[in-house]
Every structure is written in C-alpha cells, then in structure tokens.
C-alpha cells in the first residue's frame, strides 16, 4: 500500500449495455434538465459558450474492425490451436482488409470467409499507424462445420458520458474530457463516425477506494433522441456537431471561456445531472499544474458538495466530461478519478479541449 495515494485509475469510458427504452417519468421529446433555481444567469464579456454537464449517449463505429481477444480452438483432429495468434494478429490491431476487400465490421468478415470456406486470408492489419500484412489460414471446429480464426473482434462502442461544453455559434461540442482507449492497449481508438443521443440515468453506482463508482443507465434509440454526430476521438474527449435544431436541448445559459492563467486554488463548481437535474456542484481547486502545452492533467479538484457526495460519493464513471465552473467562466473539464479517493480527481484546462477542436478539426 506504499505510496497508494500517489496511485490514479485514467477515468475510462465505460461500456454501456444498452437496454429497452422505458417511460421514465417526464416527456423526452424536451429537454428534462433544468438550472436549480438560485443558480445565475451568466452575463460577461468575452467569448461565450454553453456549458454541459448533460448526461448523454455516445454510440461509435471503429475504423476497422478491432481485434479485442485471441482464443485457442479445438479443431478437428482436437488439437487446441489459434490460426490468429499463430500468424502473428495481436490484441488492438485494427482489421481492414482481407483479400483487398474493405472490412468494416464484423459481419462483413463473417460473410466473407463464410462464403470463401478454408484457405488462406490475406489479412491487411492496421497496428498503431503501421500496415501490416498477415496471412491466416482458419481451422473447422471439432464437431462442427464452423471455420475459426481464433480471435474476437467488435466494431462498434457504446456508453454514456458528460458533455463539456456547446458553442452555439458553430454547434461544435465537447464531452467526455479524455478519449476512449484500448483496454489492453491503451491506445486511442480510431473511430469511423459516431451518434450522441439523449439518455436515461436508471441508478448510481457510489464509488468507493480502490473501485470506481458509475452512472448506470441506457441510451434512447427513437429517431427524435438522435442530438448530434461524433467527428473525432481524441486525448482531450470526443468532439462533434450538435444539429441544429437540437442546440436548445442544453441550456439558453452563456458562459465566458476562462483562460488557464486566470484558474485560481480555492472554491469552485462542476456542472452535473446525476440526479436528473442538471446542476451545480460545489468543488474545491487543491493544486494547478504549469503546462505549456496540453496534457489532461491539469490540476486537481476535490468534490464538498455534501449532496454530490451523498449521491455519488465523489467522482464517478460517466461524470468525466462535467464543466469545471470559477468566477462565472468555464476554466476545465472533470477528467480523472484518484483511484485511492474517489472524492478526489484531475481536471483539464479548457483551453486545452478548445484549441483541440478549433485548430486541429474545424
């Protein structure tokens, strides 16, 4: 347990099962979040945008089709074998092609060699930025018909996550405040295009040390629960547009963008709808970082909300993404959770998410 505290779990972004859509309580054609009413309305100079902290459904198609797993197979002379791993496929390598055919799921791998039979693939693999070419030769399942190759494989993501931050001048928006990585890896995904849809919270898992709590909930599916796309996957959160007839879904509340130097340790607020309502916390700034270029990292937040703190328990899986609030302007993003300290979590500068998405993707 030695140096323990130093200890922090990256806040990951979780994968959600996603359930049957039921009636939960108020209509979900509008907006079911509202500002407690004490909270201000912001009036400053400056650059303006409008804060999140909306719990919201993030569905993703990977680039590729990504390899999550190897496994051994019992073929037919009962000789436990993995043709994948034998032909040197790896845990997050991304699958392209096989036989030059575009393989965007894992359907289309399935009809492929189903249709093909027993031979030899000539697999295109993506690993980590550098192209390879595999060949794998499938083996038929002991007592059974079924041609294996030995790996598992997904090309889809889903879950639910925090929205940073609406610019209601372009429709850019921001969420999550981290990307979403490789379990195994550890590298980014690289996703192919993505939805964001309104979602339910069903119940909150508290938090506890050494284990992360999360918002527990599902994504709605009808078409009118649809709010945007998701363009890009980075290190500093996902980054999208809202459509335009859904940007009054979030807030008529304009918020100025603070610069990093402007940060100060003491009190604070985050924006979050744990408990259905959208609403602020309070929070306390213990430590900022110098950084001269972006990191996720950038200082350091502990929850006091005695309500939050009753609800959650501190920072939770689900609640990466929520506006960090001082002086009536939006200074970062929640991003991290101590592992030893669940009231406890790292922040992101701001200024670091904009420039992400206003220099690199417009």
Request: hydrophobic share 35%; glycine share 10%; aromatic share 10%.
């Amino acid at each position: 347990m030695k140096r323990f505290a130093k200890r922090v779990l990256f806040f990951t972004f979780f994968i959600a099962l996603l359930l049957t859509s039921v009636f939960f309580g108020f209509n979900l054609k509008t907006n079911p979040y509202k500002f407690a009413a004490d909270d201000p309305v912001i009036d400053t100079e400056g650059k303006y945008i409008i804060p999140g902290g909306q719990t919201v459904g993030v569905e993703l198609k990977t680039e590729g089709v990504l390899v999550v797993g190897l496994a051994d197979i019992l073929d037919k002379d009962k000789t436990s074998i993995s043709p994948a791993k034998m032909a040197g496929i790896q845990i997050g390598d991304k699958i392209m092609e096989i036989d030059s055919h575009t393989m965007r799921s894992t359907d289309d791998i399935i009809s492929y060699t189903e249709e093909n039979g027993i031979k030899t693939y000539n697999f295109k693999i993506d690993r980590q930025g550098r192209i390879l070419n595999l060949k794998v030769t499938p083996v038929e399942r002991y007592e059974s018909d079924e041609i294996k190759f030995g790996f598992w494989a997904r090309d889809d993501i889903a879950g639910i996550g925090t929205i940073t931050f609406v610019d209601p001048e372009s429709g850019y928006y921001s969420a999550i405040g981290h990307g979403i990585s490789d379990s195994e890896t550890g590298a980014l995904i690289d996703i192919e295009f993505g939805t964001i849809s309104k979602a339910n919270i069903t119940s909150i898992k508290l938090g506890k040390k050494g284990e992360p709590g999360e918002i527990i909930g599902y994504i709605l599916k009808d078409k009118e629960d649809s709010l945007g796309t998701v363009l890009n996957n980075t290190n500093f959160g996902i980054y999208g547009k809202i459509d335009e007839k859904n940007i009054g879904y979030f807030s008529n509340d304009l918020i100025e963008v603070g610069k990093k130097e402007e940060i100060k340790i003491g009190p604070a607020q985050i924006i979050s709808c744990v408990n259905n309502e959208l609403k602020r916390y309070d929070i306390e700034i213990t430590k900022l970082f110098y950084q001269s270029k972006p990191d996720e990292k950038s200082f350091v937040v502990k929850i006091t909300d005695e309500e939050l703190l009753s609800l959650t328990n501190g920072i939770i899986q689900g609640m990466s993404g929520c506006p960090v609030i001082q002086n009536n302007k939006i200074v970062g993003a929640i991003t991290h959770v101590f592992m030893n300290d669940p009231s406890k979590g790292y922040g992101i500068y701001i200024e670091w998410i904009f420039d992400e998405i206003y220099n690199n993707y417009r």
